[in-house]
């Protein structure tokens, strides 16, 4: 019972490199999202995907990349790593049926940028 | 005014104690409430969605006041596994199943 993977765990980063944090899941579910959490704060959506194909912007998109290319697939990209982006990465999928609007996170990406 | 808003805690509280948490939406037009709890350092995971007529799992009982904007989480009997944090969380509604989520309330369970 996989659910939502994510890689990698953890991740330091230089100011100015760029990098890909991989999740998949494996419920065939249509929804992906992507969250960044600050230490003390509540969970902000970066990106979010409605089905393959298909991606809009969260609350805070900027510095940030997505593709879904499949159901499975939902990379998130950073060009151009700052200071800002040192945070905790989760992503997560649901599958909206009746009421149910539960979503699986994955174990998230912890990434510092220096 | 923050969309979601939770008292950060920390709430300290011996095993055995009934604790309640509430959280304060500023949006009316939000349709769905959640209660997530998150552990430390992992991911959150859903513990039950709350209904207008107010609903119990075991020792957790949620409630929506949709008059004050406002829902509240009661947990009884606590138990040391009940030490994490409690994420309150809302869905404004339509097709994307986007949720906002509160910074949460720290609950430490004292043996």
């Known amino acids: 019972n996989a659910g939502v993977t994510q890689t990698p765990k953890f991740r330091i980063l230089k100011i100015g490199q760029s990098m890909t944090l991989q999740c998949t899941q494996d419920?065939?579910?249509?929804?992906m999202y992507w969250y960044r959490q600050d230490p003390g704060m509540g969970l902000k959506l970066i990106y979010y995907?409605?089905?393959?194909?298909?991606?809009d912007k969260g609350e805070v998109p900027n510095g940030y990349n997505v593709s879904r290319s499949t159901t499975e697939d939902f990379p998130l990209r950073l060009e151009l790593a700052a200071p800002s982006q040192t945070s905790v990465y989760f992503c997560a999928s649901s599958s909206q049926t009746g009421i149910s609007y539960e979503q699986y996170f994955g174990p998230g990406t912890r990434l510092t940028v220096t | 005014r923050k969309e979601v808003e939770q008292d950060p805690g920390p709430f300290n509280v011996p095993e055995g104690a009934t604790v309640a948490f509430n959280c304060t939406y500023s949006?009316?037009?939000?349709?769905?409430f959640f209660w997530y709890r998150q552990d430390c350092r992992k991911e959150p995971k859903l513990l039950m969605s709350v209904y207008s007529s107010g609903n119990e799992d075991g020792r957790f009982t949620a409630q929506l006041n949709r008059a004050s904007q406002y829902i509240s989480l009661l947990i009884r009997d606590s138990k040391l596994s009940d030490s994490a944090t409690y994420l309150c969380?809302?869905?404004?509604?339509?097709?994307?199943?986007?949720?906002?989520f509160g910074t949460g309330t720290l609950l430490a369970v004292q043996p």
């Open positions: 995907s409605v089905g393959a194909g298909i991606t």
């Open positions: 419920m065939n579910h249509n929804y």
């Open positions: 969380v809302l869905i404004y509604g339509g097709a994307t199943n986007k949720l906002i």
């Open positions: 949006n009316s037009a939000s349709q769905s």
